[in-house]
T-cell receptor, first 112, second 113 residues
Framework: SQQGEEDPQALSIQEGENATMNCSYKTSINNLQWYRQNSGRGLVHLIL?????REKHSGRLRVTLDTSKKSSSLLITASRAADTASYFCATDLTGANSKLTFGKGITLSVRP | DAGVIQSPRHEVTEMGQEVTLRCKPISGHNSLFWYRQTMMRGLELLIY????????DSGMPEDRFSAKMPNASFSTLKIQPSEPRDSAVYFCASSYGSGETQYFGPGTRLLVL
């Protein structure tokens, strides 16, 4: 099964509301990353949080990491129509030859 | 920096033909990744290279797929012969360190008829 699983699969909110997306994983990680993908485009890196960090901010984005629960959340505050996209979490597993493992993604729709 | 460059951006071919996708990573990056994305299967890692050496090709679907990285600034993904089920968007990404932030190219949209 997927290492990183996002929840919910789809989210629809009104502009101005906050959007919260969750990611759970199964094994130890070095870091966890969130990416955004607009329709027809490549993925764009949003934020990276390392295993020894609990929270990071970047503009309207807030990411938390709970290694005891093996979960992370991405909060987008004051959402805008331009935030409409798919969001992916990716985990860098501990061990040799680490690589990112991506989840299936969350589709976020922000209604104007 | 121009970012990761992929070519072609779109490719339409007939079943049985050879397809070659190209990627130029960001200068200075030492890890390169090839992904395939479809609605059904999501984003799949096909193969990745560290310092031009293939590290993990377990995601390559079958022998019809091959990838090379002859130098630090160029990689190819070849499908021979192509089949309709290979239709997908193929992304190349690069990073400095295999577990660090990846920078994706715009993708190649492949349609095999």
């Amino acid at each position: 099964s997927q290492q990183g699983e996002e929840d919910p699969q789809a989210l629809s909110i009104q502009e101005g509301e906050n959007a919260t997306m969750n990611c759970s994983y199964k094994t130890s990680i070095n870091n966890l990353q969130w990416y955004r993908q607009n329709s027809g485009r490549g993925l764009v890196h949003l934020i990276l949080i390392r295993s020894n960090e609990r929270e990071k901010h970047s503009g309207r984005l807030r990411v938390t990491l709970d290694t005891s629960k093996k979960s992370s959340s991405l909060l987008i505050t004051a959402s805008r129509a331009a935030d409409t996209a798919s969001y992916f979490c990716a985990t860098d597993l501990t061990g040799a030859n680490s690589k990112l493992t991506f989840g299936k993604g969350i589709t976020l729709s922000v209604r104007p | 920096d121009a970012g990761v460059i992929q070519s072609p951006r779109h490719e339409v071919t007939e079943m049985g033909q050879e397809v070659t996708l190209r990627c130029k990573p960001i200068s200075g990056h030492n890890s390169l990744f090839w992904y395939r994305q479809t609605m059904m299967r999501g984003l799949e890692l096909l193969i990745y290279f560290n310092n031009n050496v293939p590290i993990d090709d377990s995601g390559m679907p079958e022998d019809r797929f091959s990838a090379k990285m002859p130098n630090a600034s160029f990689s190819t993904l070849k499908i021979q012969p192509s089949e309709p089920r290979d239709s997908a968007v193929y992304f190349c990404a690069s990073s400095y360190g295999s577990g660090e932030t990846q920078y994706f190219g715009p993708g190649t949209r492949l349609l095999v008829l």
